[in-house]
């Protein structure tokens, strides 16, 4: 774990998912305690990147706005498609 310092945090889980934790753990050979740990550090893990791509989208969207310069769909479409191959394209210029 990333943080020097490891404090009890109490949650309130219904009784079906407790048993469905505890099933789940023992066929993993591991304590429901590590597999509920594990699940929040990646779910955390998986919405920051989530965020940090929410956050790139909208820098994105406002450096658009602001200058109006773009790549089709077209474009972009030929330069993936030639990804891997012999003859493959530099990435395409952006334009008005």
Not at 25 to 40: D, K
Not at 51 to 72: P, V
Request: some cysteine; proline content about 4%.
């Amino acid at each position: 774990m990333a943080d020097a310092v490891i404090r009890p945090v109490a949650i309130k889980i219904g009784a079906d998912i407790k048993e469905r934790v505890k099933r789940l753990a023992e066929a993993r050979q591991r304590t429901p305690h590590w597999l509920m740990r594990e699940a929040i550090c990646q779910y955390v893990e998986r919405e920051e990147k989530r965020e940090a791509f929410r956050q790139d989208t909208l820098k994105a969207w406002e450096a658009y706005r602001a200058t109006g310069l773009h790549a089709t769909a077209q474009e972009v479409d030929g330069w993936l498609a030639s990804w891997g191959t012999d003859n493959e394209l530099p990435a395409p210029a952006c334009h008005k």
